[in-house]
Every structure is written in structure tokens, then in C-alpha cells.
């Protein structure tokens, strides 16, 4: 599909119009280091002959018995694989089938980064997952610098949670200087925070962890299913490790083209949520009998804008300002399960009622080390993966470009990837994903929804064209961002016969749509 189809005209022109050059320069990286290959071959043979001690869970994972936890050392520097080692939490639930039907441990990533995945063992109860759990033991991991793996931060979490903030749609010069010291002033607490380590959370490292993991637990082949950013760093690991993959599935899929990683994909995502805000201002507008915010898409739109204004003035519970509003209405770019929630919460509001409001959007203390510690492993890790503009100049004129068709999303995606102008470490060029005919990779399952926002459908694309032997199965006309696994029996389908089976349908199947949300409550 055209970018076009997923972007509309307007976003397609505005990305064409962006004259920046590609982030990291026209020519990528090489797949890995010399150092680093030996350092991860080194790590994996010391990783399979110790293994892990999997025993009961810490109290703080929240797991249910029936999963254990252990850890895995990994070297925080491959090029120094003796040097200082890091451990990075390991959760597991053994398969449930007979014996003879194991096929090995399957590794769960959820994306960020900064996501961890240590519950995602808990999969194995759900109904979509209890035919791939008969074969697989489900494991999960925290990568390195999430939860307590090596935990970095790059603020104190109460600054870092504080709240109300504004979030003007189009900032004023003076609001945009305030932005930028903040991002500066994050950047060094990064820099002093996590020290000389800093370096070292890239996703070529989780690329290379990863691989060590799957040798800790066993196996001489990866089954892997990586979502959103786990897309990436799993592509990563097919282009560094194409002889140690089995079965690996891509779920709402990053663009691997090192000219778009990271400074282009993030401004590619600002029109495809604008077009993802459409679709739930169309969807309240058809249940205007049900919420009253509005018989067409542009009264919607104006309902949440007069909101975000009066918040701007007046802060809901004295913590919901305008950034806190769009942060809590983000979701509905993300999954269509949020859109009934939020419309209620918006009616709710509208009408006199503040509390869903302030519940869907304050800040939660309980966990703002969490939060914190997610968003600084997010900056470390993209901040480091590749060369981001250094002139304020380049992201003000391009950001300002988007904003005037994506109003939504632009400037607080913008905020949030600011500190990579000021990054203090060394920024890498990307490595060139892909597998040659020399070193052949197993056939792989891409899964993509056709209007996804945090993953624009032309990556999905752009992975299959570089991964000899993949398929891809598209969501037609949905957005939700995590496919597999989810409500849609077309798409399960596809994923538990490829799992157990390891056949791949056509380079291309389509699936119809998942039915739209009822309007509730």
C-alpha cells in the first residue's frame, strides 16, 4: 500500500515536504563489530552452561504462582565480554502440553522502549494463546535498563510526573526556549545519572542480549514474538544472528530503514495519529445519541478542543492540565478499546462531572518511578541508536510543517525526543536490517494493522521487502497498535498455525477488520 492510503494526501505531502537529511547519513552501519561478535559468542557458551535458576518470583513482579523468575548476566560492553556484567530479570511459564509436543521457550517483547515483559508469561491463560502455549514455554524479560534490570533514570520520578503542564498546539517562541532547557537539563540527568554505562543501552545490545537469552534457556534456536519496538531490535537480531532464528513474529512493525531511524519515524507518526484521531471523532460522532459531543467529526473535535483550552485555564483537580489530557487521549491512537472509555470521559466532563477526567488522566505517584524509569530507557536507547538533528532550527521548521495539519500529536512527540538534540554520548549510525542469500533465515510472520499510528504500515513493508521468506498479514481498515493475540480470529489464526507449525501463508494475506467498539458505558 501507498503511504498515501495510510497517511491521507495531506500526510503523505508533508512528509515529502521535510527537507531533513536522513538521520544517521546515507550509509548504515555494518551488521556488528568484530569485538562485539566475538563478546556475544563468549557470552552465549558462559549463559547455556550456567542457565537460570528459576525459582519463585520477587513480590514486586505481581505474577501469579504459576510463574518463576530467575536472571541472566549479560556483558554490559560486548566488546569487553570478561568486563562488567549486568542481570536482566527473566520470568517463565512452562508449556502446558505433553512432552512430546514442547518446542522450546517463546520470548516475549512489547515494545518501547523501555517495556518490559516480564508478565507476559500470563499470556499462556488467554484464549488465543493456549494452542502455542501447549508447545511453548512463555518468557518474558525485562531488557536491559527496565525494572530491575540494571535500572537507569534520568530525573527524580516526582519532577518527572509533575503536573498540570500545558500543551499549546501551536507553542509560542518563549514556550518552545522553555522546552528546550528541559530537554537539555534531561539529557545531562541522564548523562550523570547513568554515568559511564550510558552508552551501552542501544538496541544492537538488545539485539545481542537476546541472543544470549535464548542460549540461557536452552535453546539452539530463537522463537520470538516482539511487538512495536520489539520488531526492531528482533529485525536486528535476524540481520546479526540469521543461523540461530527458528520462528520469529514481527507484530506492528517498525521501519527498519536506517534513514528513518529515529528522527523520521517519529515525525511519520504525527499524521497518521491525526488520521487515527479522525477515525474515533467519526466514530463519537455516529453515537452522538450516546455521548452529545457532537453530530459530525469537527463538533467532536471541538468538544475536546474547548476542553483543552479550559484546562489550559482551569486544571481539573488541580493535576490535569492540557498535557495530561492529550496523554490520556493518545489511547485512542493506540486501540480502539480506549474509544468508548474516553468518549465518556469527555461527555462526562462536558456536562459537570470532573472525576473520570481526573481518574483517566492524573498522574499516578504509585507509579512514577515506573513511568520514569520507561522514559529514560526510551530516550537512552533511541538517543543512542542514531545521529539526531543537533540545530534546534531543523526540528522547529519540521515540527512546525506537521503541525499544521496534525495539530494532535506533533508537538508532545517533538518534547519527548528533544533531549537527542542535546544527547551527551556517542550517537551510532543504524545498521542496514536485512539477510543475505549466504546466510539464510527460516520464513518469518509479520503482522500489521492497515491504519496503525505508532507504527505507520509502510515499515511492515519496508521489513517484509528486506526479510527473505516473510508474510505479511494486514489488518484491513483497523489501527489498533498489537494485533496478535487480540479479538480478530483471521489474525490468530494466521499466528498460532505459523507458531506451531512454522508455515507462513502467502507473502501478502489480508484479514478483514475487527469489529468497532459499542458505545459504553
Same mark, same amino acid.
Given at each position: ?77 560486548? @566488546? ?47 484464549? @488465543?494463546?493456549? *494452542? ?14 527496565? *525494572? ?94 540469521? *543461523?540461530?532464528? $527458528? ?18 519515524? =517519529?515525525?511519520?507518526?504525527?499524521? @497518521? ?57 493518545l489511547n485512542v491512537g493506540y486501540s480502539d478499546s480506549y474509544w468508548a472509555s474516553r468518549a465518556h470521559v469527555l461527555a462526562a466532563y462536558l456536562r459537570g462531572d470532573p472525576k473520570p477526567l481526573i481518574a483517566a488522566a492524573s498522574p499516578d505517584p504509585a507509579t512514577a518511578r515506573a513511568d520514569e524509569n520507561e522514559n529514560a ?56 536490517? *536485512? ?34 521468506? @516473510? ?20 489474525? =490468530? ?24 467498539? $459499542?458505545?459504553?458505558?
Amino acid at each position: 500500500m501507498r503511504a498515501a492510503a495510510l497517511y491521507g494526501t495531506v500526510g503523505s505531502l508533508i512528509l515529502s515536504a521535510l527537507t531533513t537529511a536522513p538521520a544517521g547519513g546515507a550509509t548504515a552501519a555494518p551488521p556488528d563489530g568484530s569485538a562485539q561478535a566475538r563478546g556475544v559468542a563468549v557470552a552465549a557458551r558462559q549463559a547455556a552452561a550456567r542457565g537460570i535458576a528459576f525459582g519463585r518470583c520477587a513480590p514486586v513482579e505481581k505474577l501469579p504462582a504459576a510463574v518463576e523468575c530467575g536472571t541472566v548476566s549479560v556483558p554490559l560492553d560486548y @566488546a569487553r565480554p570478561d568486563g562488567r556484567h549486568i542481570d536482566l530479570t527473566v520470568s517463565r511459564a512452562r508449556a502446558t502440553g505433553r512432552p512430546a509436543e514442547r518446542q522450546g521457550s517463546l520470548i516475549f517483547n512489547p515494545g518501547g522502549p523501555g517495556g518490559s515483559g516480564m508478565a507476559h508469561p500470563t499470556l499462556r491463560d488467554a484464549p @488465543a494463546w493456549r *494452542g502455542a502455549a501447549r508447545a511453548y514455554d512463555f518468557v518474558g524479560y525485562a531488557p536491559r535498563g527496565v *525494572g530491575r534490570s540494571a535500572p537507569i533514570s534520568c530525573q527524580d520520578p516526582a519532577e518527572f510526573t509533575k503536573a498540570p503542564t500545558q500543551s499549546p498546539r501551536h507553542p509560542s517562541e518563549a514556550f518552545k526556549r522553555h522546552k528546550a532547557a528541559q530537554a537539555r537539563a534531561y539529557a545531562q540527568g541522564c548523562a550523570r545519572r547513568a554515568g559511564a554505562a550510558l552508552p551501552y543501552f542501544t538496541s544492537l545490545d538488545n539485539a545481542r542480549d537476546l541472543d544470549v537469552l535464548r542460549a540461557a534457556l536452552g535453546d539452539a534456536k530463537l522463537n520470538f514474538v516482539g511487538a512495536s519496538y520489539g520488531t526492531y531490535f528482533g529485525a536486528l537480531h535476524a540481520t546479526l544472528f540469521p *543461523g540461530h532464528v $527458528r520462528r520469529v513474529v514481527f507484530d506492528s512493525v517498525v521501519d527498519p530503514d536506517p534513514r528513518q531511524i529515529w528522527y523520521r519515524s =517519529n515525525l511519520a507518526q504525527a499524521p @497518521a495519529f491525526e488520521n487515527r484521531w479522525a477515525d474515533w471523532s467519526r466514530w463519537v460522532a455516529r453515537h452522538d445519541a450516546h455521548y452529545r459531543l457532537g453530530r459530525t467529526p469537527e463538533r467532536v473535535r471541538a468538544a475536546y478542543e474547548w476542553v483543552h483550552e479550559r484546562l489550559a485555564r482551569e486544571p481539573a483537580g488541580g493535576k490535569v492540565g492540557p498535557a495530561q489530557l492529550q496523554n490520556a487521549f493518545l489511547n485512542v491512537g493506540y486501540s480502539d478499546s480506549y474509544w468508548a472509555s474516553r468518549a465518556h470521559v469527555l461527555a462526562a466532563y462536558l456536562r459537570g462531572d470532573p472525576k473520570p477526567l481526573i481518574a483517566a488522566a492524573s498522574p499516578d505517584p504509585a507509579t512514577a518511578r515506573a513511568d520514569e524509569n520507561e522514559n529514560a530507557v526510551y530516550t537512552a536507547v533511541q538517543c543512542n541508536d542514531a545521529q539526531w538533528p543537533r540545530d534546534w532550527r531543523v526540528w522547529d521548521r519540521d515540527n512546525t510543517l506537521l503541525a499544521r495539519h496534525a495539530p494532535f500529536e506533533t508537538w508532545e512527540n517533538a518534547w519527548m525526543n528533544l533531549p537527542c538534540a542535546f544527547w551527551p554520548a556517542h550517537q551510532r549510525r543504524p545498521v542496514d536490517v *536485512g539477510v543475505h542469500d549466504h546466510a539464510p533465515l527460516p520464513p518469518t510472520l509479520l503482522l500489521a494493522a492497515e491504519r496503525d499510528a505508532a507504527t505507520p504500515y509502510p515499515g511492515a513493508l519496508e521489513l517484509r521487502r528486506r526479510l527473505p521468506g @516473510a508474510a505479511l498479514v494486514t489488518e484491513l481498515g483497523a489501527g489498533t497498535h498489537g494485533i496478535g493475540g487480540g479479538p480478530n480470529p483471521c489474525v =490468530n489464526r494466521h499466528l498460532e498455525t505459523y507458531l506451531l507449525t512454522g508455515r507462513v501463508p502467502a507473502r501478502r494475506a489480508y484479514c478483514a477488520p475487527r469489529p468497532e467498539p $459499542r458505545p459504553v458505558p
